[in-house]
């Protein structure tokens, strides 16, 4: 396995948790919900959300794609679909990034439009920017779509104004104390 996607596929593990969280959080009754009419709707951004890393993997595991392959976001049908399909999207980019060597991770990778590249990368570079930094930005906006339901917001790298797991640890310790 390269190392290269191995330390990639080591922040999909730790950020998988963050991801749970805010899927867990998502309202099955809110699916058609958005909050303008140019946003995706609730049930399409959690539907992504939870398939972002095994999507872009198998994206990645090619040479090259167009655009016009890239489907449209599909949308949660009910909010329990949501955690089954993020364990299979992890599942999905283990597997694909596992098997990948480092003359692999490191090779070009080329989105077109038709005729015209658009984009030509080292694979790695692409999965950082594609798969990773897109998915914490969707995540980003769905703890924004939560927070505008008024649906608690779950920490992610900090506390959020709904969760503060260090605050309860403290308090958990201090109560204890006699």
């Given amino acids: 396995m390269s190392q290269l996607m191995d330390s990639l596929l080591g922040e999909i593990e730790q950020e998988a ?35 972002i890393p095994g999507a872009w993997a198998q994206i990645l595991s090619t040479d090259s794609m167009d655009v016009s392959e890239l489907a449209g976001t599909s949308a949660a049908g009910s909010s329990d679909e949501l955690l089954p399909l993020l364990d299979k999207s992890l599942a999905t980019a283990k597997e694909i990034m596992t098997g990948m060597d480092d003359q692999r991770a490191t090779g070009t990778w080329k989105l077109y439009a038709g005729d015209q590249k658009v984009i030509e990368a080292p ?30 917001v779950p920490s992610v790298y900090g506390p959020s104004a709904d969760d503060n797991p260090l605050a309860e640890m403290i308090a958990a310790a201090q109560g204890g104390k006699s």
């Avoid at 309202?27 to 399409?44: F, N």
């Fill in 17 to 51: 948790p963050a991801t749970r969280r805010t899927l867990e959080r998502v309202p099955g009754d809110k699916l058609d919900w958005r909050p303008h009419e140019k946003s995706m709707a609730l049930g399409q951004l959690a539907h992504h959300v939870a398939t």
């Fill in 123 to 152: 694979r790695v570079a692409c999965f950082r920017m594609y798969a990773l930094n897109h998915w914490y930005h969707h995540r980003g906006q769905l703890g924004v779509y939560l927070r505008l339901l008024d649906i608690p």
